[in-house]
């Protein structure tokens, strides 16, 4: 029995014994008649009929409260049931669309330059780039992302020569020249993301190297400038993918605002031999049957605790960045800032490759060879900038914002002459929506290396969505 039934029928005996002894005190002077005693014992009865039926009815409400009680109890085991479901398959109600996300980016440009060493002029329109972006989302934990790029609005392959030279009827790859307009079709990337916790993650495929600040993001609307700034696409050779499998994480209460990647993927394959010898851009394969012989190792340490901070620095070493030809190993260090407080904004990056020579000296021994001093690429920027909005101000929506950037690199730092090159980009974005910008910049390029005077100005439009 109960506590609560055990007052209950304490207080029902008190009330009885009350009940008998207000008639006896009130007669007592004298004992009560046999027609008193008649009317106290049927007071009394009444009195226990009537506390007989409330005991009745508590007892009754704490059958029913206690059944309430256990039928709420299941139904939170249910849910908790159900919860832990959800986790392992997409959510009740969603389709596959719901599951689905399509969006990209492109952008036109316009570029007139001028080189008064070489004579070269540059006047003409490209549309650089366009890009479609799918994403699936499988369940909560288990997620695809991919990026198809076309650039150069135009693709062509015509066949000009082909001649069976080795005489087996069979035409090879070498045997057939093709002459081929700019146009390229690329899958930038295409990964699979699994989350092994809350904070850790396991992606696989074809993904972007992280490095640098381009690299990761580069939709036209989130960067200032029409092209790419020359550090970050000689020395960092944005947008560099290779084939990887990483782990991707946030270190939470140990370290608040602290990221990191550490990811194994294929390596560089530079030439070793012509113009393009030992340039860091000529090496990226793009993953289209690239040689694996010699894989890479990229990390990154990222910090983004404060409102509009990044700061991060990325180390890589490949153990030969010509793929069995040469044994020359490359080690890439970079560090970038990249900081917002209300309209005013920097950016400022410095990267830096060191190759071995290897046993016979890295690249031909000519002192003429484009080559020489390549054993050594560095380069850095910096861009201060100022965005504001121009609603009210003019009739125009949107945001407008100022940039002045400097850059300086050199892709043969090692040879003893003069090779740096350095280029100054003066303009302004014009955002009428946060996903769509208009572009004007001013270029001048000055420096000891021949050929390094292409100054003029360039156009541009981009967009983006998701």
Not at 3 to 31: I, S
Not at 66 to 85: D, H
Not at 172 to 199: F, K
Not at 389 to 412: C, H, K, M, W
Request: aromatic share 10%; glycine share 10%.
């Amino acid at each position: 029995m109960s506590r609560r039934v055990r007052v209950f029928e304490w207080g029902m005996m008190a009330g009885l014994m009350a009940t008998a002894l207000v008639p006896l005190t009130a007669g007592a002077a004298g004992p009560p008649s046999t027609e008193e005693m008649w009317w106290v014992i049927q007071a009394q009865q009444k009195t226990i009929d009537e506390l007989k039926a409330k005991l009745e009815q508590s007892q009754g409400q704490l059958r029913s409260t206690s059944k309430r009680v256990q039928a709420a109890e299941e139904k939170v085991e249910a849910t908790a049931q159900a919860v832990e479901a959800a986790e392992e398959k997409p959510k009740a109600g969603t389709s596959w669309g719901d599951r689905t996300r399509i969006g990209g980016y492109g952008e036109l440009h316009y570029n007139n330059l001028d080189n008064d060493e070489t004579g070269v002029e540059t006047d003409q329109v490209d549309f650089h780039r366009f890009v479609l972006y799918l994403g699936h989302e499988f369940n909560d934990r288990i997620r695809f992302y991919s990026e198809l790029e076309f650039e150069h609005a135009f693709l062509e392959a015509t066949e000009v020569e082909a001649e069976d030279e080795n005489g087996d009827g069979v035409l090879q790859p070498d045997e057939i020249e093709v002459e081929r307009t700019p146009g390229e079709v690329e899958l930038e990337q295409a990964w699979v993301e699994l989350d092994l916790t809350d904070e850790h993650r396991l992606r696989a495929g074809i993904d972007l190297i992280p490095i640098g600040i381009l690299n990761l993001t580069h939709e036209t609307p989130t960067f200032y400038g029409v092209e790419r700034n020359p550090v970050e696409t000689f020395i960092i050779p944005t947008t560099w993918r290779e084939a990887a499998i990483g782990i991707h994480g946030e270190l939470g209460q140990f370290a608040p605002g602290w990221s990191y990647d550490l990811v194994g993927h294929s390596g560089l394959d530079t030439p070793t031999e012509g113009p393009n010898a030992f340039q860091i851009r000529s090496g990226r394969r793009n993953v289209a049957e690239a040689p694996a012989d010699d894989g890479a190792v990229t990390g990154r340490i990222r910090y983004t605790g404060l409102p509009g901070l990044e700061a991060a620095v990325s180390a890589q070493y490949q153990s030969d960045v010509t793929q069995g030809d040469l044994d020359i190993d490359g080690t890439l260090v970079e560090g970038h800032i990249d900081c917002r407080r209300g309209g005013i904004g920097l950016r400022a990056l410095a990267a830096r490759w060191d190759l071995d020579d290897g046993p016979e000296g890295l690249g031909p021994e000519s002192v003429d060879s484009p080559a020489r001093g390549r054993e050594s690429q560095w380069g850095w920027y910096i861009e201060p900038s100022y965005r504001f909005s121009i609603a009210g101000l003019t009739p125009l929506p949107g945001e407008l914002g100022f940039f002045v950037r400097y850059n300086q690199f050199d892709n043969n730092a090692g040879s003893s002459a003069d090779t740096e090159q350095e280029q100054i980009d003066v303009g302004f974005n014009y955002w009428p929506h946060p996903d769509v910008v208009f572009k004007f910049d001013v270029q001048e390029q000055f420096g000891q290396k021949p050929g390094n005077d292409d100054d003029g100005f360039n156009l541009g439009v981009g967009y983006q969505f998701y």
